[in-house]
């Protein structure tokens, strides 16, 4: 989780998987494209998760461009957001591991923000969507928490997949202030998000 106590950690993803079949809906409009910046540092979670899967974390992408955005891909998106959404029981690190900041994959069905974004990032990936296109991203959310959310870049805009709402969203329809992301051509850079505040996590400096 990002770094923050227990409770807190809690109150950030009690809300998982709840949202409803209802409010599934297409963007009534196309997103815009986020503007990036230079490298910056790694989120300390994202570090650690890398040492311990060095093989996730060096892959260049070949192919860098964006996700044609269609009909069925749209369907795809909110499919993988509502299965894994269900799927995952909201837990912090702290009660799963003992620690906070600990990036893994829910494999026992339980989890917080980032493993939620890394279970969908997964499926995703073996569904035939590049990485390139699958970006952890680090937001700030308006009460001021930080949280972690999956951004698909497509050839209409960024959108967003997200663990406290079913509903595919376009970026900048979220209400986050956007901080840093997955460099597209690198799975162990990050990128700092133009507009974007001080970032709230650990980092690797």
């Not at 995703?124 to 001021?144: E, F, H, N, Q």
Request: proline share 4%.
């Amino acid at each position: 989780m990002i770094s923050s106590p227990m409770a807190w950690t809690l109150r950030l993803c009690a809300v998982a998987g709840l949202a409803i079949s209802g409010l599934w809906a297409a963007p009534a409009f196309a997103a815009g494209a986020m503007m990036t910046g230079g490298l910056t540092s790694q989120p300390i979670g994202h570090y650690d998760f890398c040492k311990a899967n060095p093989g996730e974390c060096s892959i260049r992408p070949s192919n860098l461009a964006p996700a044609k955005m269609t009909d069925a891909f749209l369907r795809k998106l909110v499919s993988i957001t509502a299965k894994v959404n269900a799927a995952v029981k909201p837990m912090s690190d702290y009660d799963i591991y003992g620690k906070d900041e600990v990036w893994a994959y829910p494999d026992k069905g339980v989890g917080d923000c980032e493993d939620y974004v890394l279970e969908k990032r997964r499926q995703l990936y073996r569904m035939g969507v590049s990485l390139a296109d699958l970006l952890i991203t680090v937001v700030r959310k308006p009460d001021g928490e930080g949280h972690a959310v999956l951004t698909v870049r497509t050839d209409e805009g960024d959108y967003v997949l997200d663990n406290l709402n079913d509903k595919v969203k376009a970026w900048d329809e979220t209400g986050y202030r956007f901080l840093k992301r997955q460099a597209i051509d690198n799975t162990g850079r990050w990128v700092s998000i133009r507009g974007g505040q001080q970032v709230l996590v650990g980092a690797v400096q």
